[in-house]
Every structure is written in C-alpha cells, then in structure tokens.
C-alpha cells in the first residue's frame, strides 16, 4: 500500500541546503519556518517567542535585522536559540554584514529592496565564506520597478525572473548556497509563480502566501496555496503569514504537513535547548536519555531539557514540563515554575516520574504539590551561576564589538 506521501504527487527534486541544523530540499523533511514580531533587540522577549514558536512546530524562526540594536540582539539570541535563525535584511547591505558578524544561520535578501549589484554580490561573497544560505525572497508587492515595467506588472514571469537575475550576481561570486520564494498575496499568482520556478530551478523552493491576514481568511488562502503546491511535490520549506500571533503561523504549518502525511504526528514532543556558554550538563546526552525513557509511554505532553538553571524555566515556559542543569542538580519546572530540584544523576529518572504524575493528575495538582523549597534553591543556584560565569556566558559582546566595527566602516 502507498504511503500518504506516494498518494501524492512524488516530489520535485531539489538542491540541498543547510541552516544551522535543519535541511532544506534534496528529501529533507519539510520544514515550517515563521517569524518573530518582537524587536530583536529585545533579547528576552524575542527569545521566549522564538521558544514558543518552536513548541509549536517551528524549525527555522526568522528575526528582523535592521537596525544595530537588531544585530547586537541577534549576537545574543542566536546562541541560546532551539532553532536556526534567519535575518531579514531589509535595505541596507550593512545590516546583512552585521547579522552575518552576530551569527546567523541564514539570510533573506529582498531583490526588490537591496537592488545594487555590487552590494549584492558582495553579501553573497561574505555568506560563502561564512557558510551561509542565502534565500532569494521575491514579492510581488515590491518587485524590482524595472522587471515590473518589462513584464507589465507582477506576473509568474517577472517575479521569477527577479530572481534569476539575483541568482547571476550570486553566481558572479561563485555562490549558490540558496533556496528561493516568488511570494504574492494573490494565492493564483502564487501558485503560477512557483510552478514556473520549480521549472526553471533545482534550488530548494519556500512556499507562502505573503500578507494572507488574519484568520479564518488568511488561513484559508495560505492552505489553498501552500497546499496546492505541495501535492504537486513542489516546495521544501513552508511559511504561513497571518496578521496574528505568529504561534498560529507555526502551528498552522506543522498541521498542514501533518494532514498531507508530509511529517509525522508524535505524541510526546521533546525540545532543548542548544546549550550554549551557559549550560551546566550534557544537553545532547541528556535528551537522548530522556527521550528514550519518555517514548512509548503515551504521554502527550512536551518535555524541554535545559542548559541551565539561569535561563532554562524561562525560556522554556510554555513547555508543559522541563528540566535544567545547574551546579550539580536538576531542576524541575512546569510551565516555568520550579516544583523540585533533585541531584544531577537522577535528572532522567525524576523527570519520567513527574511526566506521568501530570498526565495522571493535571498541571494543577502538580504545581499544588510542588516542593515549597524548590522556588529558592533554584533562585540561590541561578544567582550562584551568574556569580561564576559573569553575565555574558556566550561573549556576545566580542561579536557586538565587530557589529560596531562593520557599521563604522
Ligand atoms: S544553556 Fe541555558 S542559556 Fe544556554 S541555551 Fe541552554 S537554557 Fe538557554
């Protein structure tokens, strides 16, 4: 019998490329990527966003870089970010320098926005050098005034050919690490445009609706176009834009895939953290331990292990249940609030335990049966930490010292 994926159309073959750790095209699963409405420099917020986002079935998070504050916020955010992190450039080539110095896994250039060749090329030069993809991210609303005038307006044929010529200056400087959207508000136009890519392409194809609005509407016209789309087999990476809270572009995405058979359904959903300069134990060891004694046992809730005890129950708030490291011990939190700490060998072992008694009992229950100490243990090991390492575990401050210096160029 055919799997759900064989029932559709086979998909399209695609080039492959990298952001951070997730795949795009050549088989990868599809990813659901959406984009923050925080500013970036908020470091805090934007983080908690980006956390909820990827709880909601975000693999990549795209942030806004166009300011120094932006980038400077981005040297921070990146580093303890569960998910790759793209910036948006907007018309400033220093900004795409300046993202690129904070660490960023990914750029979008707008052709319509950055429109000097030199400048172009000379982005693509540095992302080469660094590794990093680049997506060619044509709109029909801010299409290149002169490919509108030769096509009369925003047709498949020039918003495709804005990025064929984009596509050469990258060429000029030998790169093609790239993935490619031909986006238009008109869902028609949209679907014309990317089966006329997928024609004329082998890079990897993000598919959205731009600008679709708020729900139920804005939904509907980017399942009617994304979707369509992807039972032809075009597409590798998805985006919703809804004028809404962007947790509704990411779990509209992930459901979208999950109704075409295109990503599996899990019961259990396991995060963590990247474990960057702060982290206090083996994250990746631990997920593995954690995620092998949680699966199987039918517990539909999602578990965050964390770095740390100084930021990890923030971050990781909207997690139903978690546990972070920190001096020895593991910390026990659920949705953010710490109930127990227990010693660092036993982290796995209490968290299986606490996972089944708030399935059992319910989020109320547990939280009224939390160690009263926990709270202030947790607090005096946090204060302990920042103690130790100092407030910027990750030197973000040596990245933003080269922001300062490529915007003063
Ligand atoms: S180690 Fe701590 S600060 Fe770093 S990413 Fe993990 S939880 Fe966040």
């Given amino acids: 019998m055919e799997t759900p994926q064989e029932l559709?159309?086979?998909?399209?073959?695609?080039?492959?490329?990298?952001?951070?750790?997730?795949?795009i095209g050549g088989g990868a699963p599809i990813s659901v990527q959406s984009m923050t409405t925080t500013k970036t420099a908020d470091v805090e917020g934007t983080l908690e966003q980006i956390y909820e986002l990827a709880a909601a079935g975000a693999d990549i998070v795209r942030c806004t870089c166009n300011e120094e504050a932006a980038a400077e916020g981005l040297a921070h955010i990146i580093p303890r970010s569960p998910v790759p992190i793209i910036a948006d450039i907007h018309f400033h080539q220093e900004m795409a320098f300046a993202a690129l110095e904070a660490g960023v896994q990914g750029l979008r250039l707008n052709p319509g926005n950055l429109r000097k060749p030199e400048e172009i090329k000379q982005i693509a030069a540095e992302a080469k050098d660094r590794g990093v993809p680049i997506?060619?991210?044509?709109?029909?609303?801010?299409?290149?005034?002169?490919?509108?005038?030769?096509?009369?307006?925003a047709t498949p044929e020039a918003l495709v050919e804005s990025a064929e010529v984009e596509l050469r200056y990258f060429h000029e400087v030998d790169f093609d690490d790239v993935k490619i959207s031909v986006k238009a508000s008109s869902v028609p136009l949209m679907i014309a445009s990317y089966r006329l890519a997928s024609e004329r392409f082998d890079y990897p194809l993000h598919l959205g609706v731009t600008e679709a609005g708020p729900p139920p509407a804005g939904l509907i016209k980017g399942t009617a176009g994304i979707a369509t789309l992807l039972a032809e087999g075009i597409g590798d990476t998805i985006?919703?834009?809804?004028?809404?809270?962007?947790?509704?572009?990411?779990?509209?995405?992930?459901?979208?895939?999950?109704?075409?058979?295109?990503?599996?359904?899990?019961?259990?959903?396991?995060?963590?953290?990247?474990?960057?300069?702060?982290?206090?134990?083996?994250?990746?060891?631990?997920?593995?331990?954690?995620?092998?004694?949680?699966e199987g046992r039918g517990l539909p809730i999602q578990v965050a292990i964390m770095g740390c005890v100084v930021n990890g129950p923030g971050e990781a708030k909207h997690a139903d249940l978690g546990i972070a490291g920190g001096r020895k011990k593991g910390h026990l939190f659920i949705q953010g609030q710490i109930v127990r700490v227990v010693p660092e060998d036993q982290m796995v072992a209490a968290l299986v335990d606490e996972a089944e008694r708030l399935v059992a009992e319910g989020v109320e229950a547990r939280l009224a049966a939390a160690d009263k100490s926990a709270e202030a243990e947790a607090a005096a090991d946090r204060a302990a930490l920042l103690d130790e390492k100092g407030s910027d575990a990750n030197q973000a401050s040596v990245k933003i010292e080269k922001i300062h210096r490529r915007l003063a160029e």
């Fill in 8 to 23: 559709l159309t086979t998909r399209q073959t695609t080039r492959q490329v990298t952001v951070g750790a997730v795949k």
């Fill in 135 to 153: 997506r060619i991210g044509v709109n029909a609303g801010s299409l290149h005034p002169d490919i509108a005038a030769k096509h009369g307006g």
């Fill in 239 to 294: 985006r919703y834009s809804l004028t809404a809270d962007p947790v509704e572009e990411a779990r509209a995405g992930r459901q979208l895939l999950e109704a075409l058979g295109l990503r599996e359904r899990k019961d259990l959903d396991l995060i963590a953290c990247p474990s960057c300069g702060r982290a206090e134990v083996d994250v990746i060891a631990i997920a593995r331990e954690a995620q092998a004694a949680l």
